[in-house]
């Protein structure tokens, strides 16, 4: 079966966001104070899978092994039957 797969990475607490400080001040500067910014990628991927669960498992290597590094990134993976 084929599945719609939505990861999104972000750095952990306490990692530092150079492009969300900037973002935060050019919001400042337009006169949108925000209290906190933070950025993350998102990646859509379509995934060939026997079940959901395999499905999930094959995103998470993909975070593990290329996608994320564990020591500065956390990810959520979600699935859904395409």
Do not use: W
Request: hydrophobic fraction near 40%.
């Amino acid at each position: 079966m084929k599945y719609d797969v939505t990861i999104t990475i972000s750095l952990k607490s306490g990692m530092l966001d150079p492009e969300a400080r900037a973002i935060q001040h050019a919001l400042s500067n337009l006169g949108f104070e925000t209290g906190y910014l933070r950025t993350a990628r998102v990646f859509e991927i379509g995934i060939e899978s026997e079940d959901v669960s395999e499905a999930a498992r094959k995103a998470e290597e993909m975070c593990e092994r290329l996608l994320a590094n564990p020591v500065i990134h956390s990810y959520s993976v979600e699935v859904k039957e395409e």
